[in-house]
């Protein structure tokens, strides 16, 4: 983003009450603190709200924004943290003012996790790529349909817009901002002092919780669990149809009335998630983890677990191996 030489690059967060308190600590942490030995000017911060002064946000804190809504669009990069439920869904009509304002001017336009609800309820995201918490993603994709919903991605980039999954995500779009502005070297370094990684692969369904295992109807439920228990082994449709006592063509119909998908896509869920347990809790190698879950060699295992997860297998035990 182009701006004045010698002149700080002033980044403008928005604040409200009873807002959640990691998605504001972001912010501050990667463009608050001084670091002008990497990058001389820094940014400068500035916390705006509709009404300057002090704010509570969760956990017993609270926020001084002494800068009015008005300031927002002032800002060369404007934030919208995570806001609280209520603000979410019904935005106050000065932010989101503020916020079009904002974009109209140019300005650089962020939105941390549940924030891509008030740049939504702005129209500024409406044809874009956005995502935002895995959580929330069917209400969002319900509440904004001419959104281009992506629940997978850490954050996205659409032009002057950006939005981020939910909470840890926060910091891989905000050190994406200082490896735009300043590049990959400060970013890297801004990073190692936060004792993070530069740069996380994958997406967020890495850290959603697997599905709940779904109530089967149409007495569906004992051939499944029949099936889990010998993941390890070949099975076919006609075998899961055997155990429930039906022809193959009457159990894949049933089967995906009752469960959504095919009984194959089924198995490869299945044979993934117990592949992610086994990662996080044994020290098995991949080999091994891929006879035991049924892919029967490593390269079968790493691209079906990539493509259920984003990452591989190696990546996934790095970073959540107990």
Known sequence: ??????RRHVVGVAVTESMPVFELAVPCEVFGIDRADLADPWYELRFCASAPGRHPARSGLSVDAPHPLSALPEADTVILPAFARARQ?????DLVAAVREAHDRGRRIVAICTGAYVLA???LL???????????AFDFAQRYPRVTFDPDVLYTEEGDVFTSA?????IDLCLHLVRLDHGAAVANEVARRMVVPPHRDGGQ?????????????DGLGGALEWARQRLDQPLTVADLAREARLSPRTFARRFR???GTSPLQWLVGQRVRLAQELLETTDDSIERIARRTGFGTPANLRIH??????????TYRQVFHR
């Open 305 to 314: 677990f990539a493509r259920q997860t984003s990452v591989t297998p190696t």
């Open 257 to 259: 009335r009752s469960v």
């Open 205 to 217: 369904s890495q850290f959603a919780a697997p599905p709940p295992r779904p109530w089967v109807h």
């Open 166 to 170: 939910g909470t840890g995500a926060a």
């Open 121 to 123: 309820a702005a129209g």
């Open 126 to 136: 409406d044809g874009r790529r956005a995502t935002t918490h895995w959580m929330n």
């Open 89 to 93: 869904v019904e935005p106050p009509d």
């Open 1 to 6: 983003m182009t701006r004045e030489p010698g």
